[in-house]
């Protein structure tokens, strides 16, 4: 029995996009895979950076009725970087931290003036670190296999300049800034020294790159598509090193999901991103069999951890806490399949992995949403 | 032995024993290019259809003669951009050229790995005629050819391969093909067009084309794309040319009766010095000629029932 | 062709030595000067690959007899084969080499075993695709029976009786073996 578990960034594509998923189908995903709180990004559309917006979400995922949804609000009006978008109406109507998820804020000074803005409500700020002009037209990791394939690389240092540039800015607003999916060595090398030097900043990597490297992209294989792209076997040991000690503080999913005709293109046309609610559990329960993390650690950056870095009062079974709680026989072996998926989309690289872990039910505020039995 | 496979996407995938076939075939081809009738009824009843999301007239005609001579019939279709802007994908359009019984697809597209996913989406053969930066396998073929034909043995063979190494895909087909028949491959152009760790791929990196040069006995020259001066890759044409053109005087550097290739078209004066695309070391013409005959070859060899 | 197997060799019967095969050449040789008036107007096209080897043989005798040399090619009949389109894989293709004007020759095609006639008529497609001959003869070593055209050799070394599931094979001294003439009975795999 564990502490229903917490999921800092998924894309339930509500409004907008519900071919791939809506709020119903992507939080049944969520309980099914364990998480009873999750943190939908804002690149909806239209994007959440109103009010409305986020007001709308909240009431589909009471509807829905199965897991907490908390909406991260946009920074930028549109996230288009140019304008900051009505933070305070934003938190005040329910946002618990604040992103241009998939459009990272270019401009140095509109990110700085939104770390000081955040601060008059203590929220945090999620940067997805990545340098535009480094990335440009990039699909892949830069490296051996997008040399042989042939296929536009996205540097580390496209990610390291931006992480640079954040702790910079944290610490100069004094800001709380959470890092979203880093997949660099360099990353979690600055993360650490900024952690060591005091800055307030919170960390997160996705399951796919602590399992897998760049080498999955071989064979043009779009569900091994995603940004930041799959990195090398140095970056996996770094991130690992990193969860290890505690400079990663969270597991998120980045689950995105996107309709098979999407993924069924040409490597470059393939949108990026991957499924992951239903299969984060087991994958971060293997770094525990392969003695990187203890259980103990391992639950923490799935819940109590996650809870903490956007205040959240989730992730916990001390008494007076809200009743979520998954059930999971940590033992039982089970082949990933995606037909078997909640969510409306299949696009995993994990098909046909054996993997270890099972939820077998999930209880959001006493009632059991999931029950796999 | 037979050509066991639906399609050829890359060079990377080819065995030593399947580029030789392929070459082997390709010499017997060569014939009926010289013939008073030069057309056989090989593929008689077969429909190709050349499916070119991309410009390409050379390599277009090549195999629309190619697939005459063996006696199929040709379709060119050339997507309109504003079936793409519909939001049509490749394999939409694809399906639809499928449905007319087509039985082999020649495919041209900017993006990389297009071909192995048709081929994954499709029934009919797929033939890569070049997509995006990854690999343009009878363009290689045909360069394999040429030097075989030249007498040239290619163990230990040393070829240096010029100009944008990163963003061809000529560069890669022949680099995994020559690397797979025993050659020494070096690859010279400045730092921004050589893609990172190259030398992993067995292949030598050189700055200097001088010293690069020096006894090779094969010169592949790459087509500068004009467009790309301004994105940084290097600061003009003139000095460009300077550092990485090739001219009579380079050639000299070079094993005497050493080849000079060229994919084609040529930017004289750029990459190369107009004397040298005439002299008597380019082979570039053959290389027009040879492409038919291989690109017959390998129609035929993929013309099996599927 | 394909050599047989150890086991199916022990159902061959001999149909030719190598003292016939040779007498059988001999024969032809003198055949075809006397119908073409000699040398003057003739060619020999082997068809690949045993045909080559009887044609340069051929080519040799006409020489000991006449003193002249005939024009020699190889045809490759592999494009012109009927079931390109139906087999998965294609059969290897090998050169062909006709190294002289077929229009206007008596061009002698020589195989080695005529059966239903598919293989004479893909040669005589692949021949005049090349050119226009005065007249096309066919010589073989063996007539087996069993025509699915309208075809008929002009010379023959041998007419032998088959069954349709027998294979005939020549076996010469070029790839190897003694020259001789074996049948095979009741051998599996395709008939020849």
Request: proline share 4%; aromatic share 4%.
């Amino acid at each position: 029995m564990l502490p229903g578990l917490v999921d800092l960034h998924v894309h339930l594509r509500e409004p907008g996009f519900e071919y791939k998923d809506t709020i119903q189908t992507g939080t049944a995903a969520a309980v099914a895979g364990g998480f009873t709180s999750v943190c939908c990004m804002p690149n909806t559309s239209p994007v959440n950076d109103n009010q409305s917006i986020t007001e709308f979400i909240l009431e589909q995922a009471r509807l829905a009725g199965n897991a907490h949804v908390f909406p991260v609000g946009a920074i930028t009006k549109g996230s288009e970087g140019k304008e900051l978008a009505e933070i305070g109406e934003l938190r005040h109507a329910g946002c618990v931290a604040i992103s241009d998820d998939g459009q990272p804020v270019m401009n140095s000074l509109i990110m700085r003036r939104a770390m000081e803005y955040a601060l008059a409500f203590d929220l945090p700020v999620i940067d997805h670190c990545e340098d535009l002009h480094l990335s440009e037209g990039g699909c892949m990791n830069e490296g051996l296999v997008s040399t042989q394939l042939g296929l536009p690389g996205i540097p580390s240092a496209a990610e390291d300049v931006m992480v640079a540039r954040n702790l910079a800015l944290a610490e100069l607003t004094t800001a709380r800034l959470h890092l979203a999916h880093l997949s660099t060595a360099g990353s979690v090398r600055m993360v650490r020294a900024a952690k060591s030097r005091g800055i307030r900043v919170t960390a997160e990597v996705c399951p796919h790159h602590f399992s897998l490297t760049e080498e999955a992209v071989r064979g043009f294989n779009t569900h091994a598509k995603m940004n930041p792209p799959l990195r090398t076997w140095q970056d996996v040991q770094a991130i690992k090193e990193g969860l290890r000690d505690g400079t990663i503080d969270v597991i998120a999913t980045d689950h995105a999901p996107h309709a098979v005709q999407d993924k069924q293109q040409q490597f470059a046309a393939a949108p990026n991103g991957i499924v992951g609610l239903e299969t984060a559990l087991p994958l971060t329960l293997a770094l525990v069999e392969e003695g990187f993390l203890s259980l103990e650690a391992a639950v923490a950056k799935l819940t109590t951890e996650p809870a903490r870095a956007f205040g959240l009062s989730k992730g916990s079974l001390a008494p007076g806490a809200d009743a979520d709680v998954v059930m999971v026989d940590p033992e039982a072996q089970w082949e990933v399949d995606p037909a078997r998926f909640r969510s409306k989309s299949r696009n995993t690289p994990f098909a046909g992995w054996k993997v270890k872990g099972r939820v077998i039910t999930t209880i959001v505020a006493g009632r059991v949403v999931h029950d796999a039995a | 032995m037979s050509l066991k496979r639906k399609d050829l996407v890359s060079i990377a995938s080819l065995t030593l024993d399947e580029i030789t076939l392929i070459l082997d075939t390709a010499d017997s081809f060569k014939e009926v290019s010289g013939r008073e009738i030069k057309k056989v009824p090989a593929l008689r009843g077969k429909t190709v259809v050349n499916l070119f999301f991309e410009p390409s007239t050379r390599t277009r005609t090549s195999f629309e003669l190619a697939a005459k001579r063996l006696s199929a019939d040709v379709i060119n279709f050339s997507p309109s951009s504003s079936s793409v802007v519909k939001g049509e994908t490749l394999l939409d359009t694809a399906r639809n050229i499928e449905a007319m019984q087509a039985d082999i697809i020649v495919l041209r597209h900017p993006d990389a790995g297009a071909a192995e996913t048709l081929a994954n989406g499709v029934k009919s053969s797929v033939i890569n005629a070049g997509d995006g930066w990854h690999e343009h396998p009878t363009q290689a073929l045909l360069d394999l050819f040429t030097m075989r034909e030249k007498k040239l043995n290619f163990k230990g063979l040393r070829v240096a391969i010029v100009g944008d190494i990163a963003h061809s895909r000529v560069a890669r087909s022949n680099i995994f093909g020559l690397s797979k028949l025993g050659a020494e491959i070096r690859a010279v152009g400045p730092p921004t067009m050589i893609p990172v760790h190259l030398d992993r791929l067995g292949v030598r990196v050189y700055y200097d084309l001088d010293e690069a040069l020096r006894g090779v006995d094969v010169i592949m020259m790459l087509r500068l794309q004009l467009e790309r001066q301004g994105r940084a890759l290097f600061p003009s044409i003139r000095e460009y040319s300077r550092l990485y053109g090739l001219t009579a005087e380079r050639v000299r550097l070079a094993e005497a009766g050493a080849l000079v290739m060229h994919p084609g078209p040529v930017n004289r004066g750029v990459e190369m010095a107009p004397e040298v695309a005439d002299s008597f070391s380019s082979v570039i013409l053959d290389q027009v000629a040879n492409g038919v005959a291989v690109r017959m070859g390998i129609l035929y060899l993929l013309s099996g029932a599927n | 062709m394909i050599a047989p197997e150890k086991k199916a060799r022990d159902q061959e019967t001999l149909v030719m030595d190598a003292s016939e095969v040779a007498r059988a050449l001999t024969r032809i040789a003198h055949e075809i000067l006397e119908r073409n008036k000699g040398t003057q107007e003739i060619a020999l096209v082997g068809i690949r690959t045993g045909g080559v080897h009887l044609a340069h043989r051929l080519a040799r005798r006409i020489q000991e007899i006449e003193r002249a040399q005939v024009p020699i090619g190889e045809l490759d009949i592999t494009l012109y084969r009927d079931d390109l389109g139906i087999r998965k894989d294609q059969p290897v293709l090998r050169k062909t080499s006709i190294p002289f004007n077929v229009s206007d020759l008596n061009v002698i095609l020589v195989d080695d075993v005529l059966f239903t006639g598919r293989t004479i008529r893909a040669a005589m497609d692949g021949l005049i695709d090349l050119g226009r001959p005065a007249e096309i003869q066919l010589a073989v070593l063996v007539d087996r029976g069993h025509r699915q055209l309208p075809i008929k050799a002009t010379y023959i070394g041998k007419n032998i009786p088959t069954s349709r599931e027998e294979i005939v094979h020549v076996y010469l001294e070029e790839e190897g073996e003694e020259d001789r003439v074996v049948l095979l009975k009741n051998a599996s795999g395709g008939a020849r």
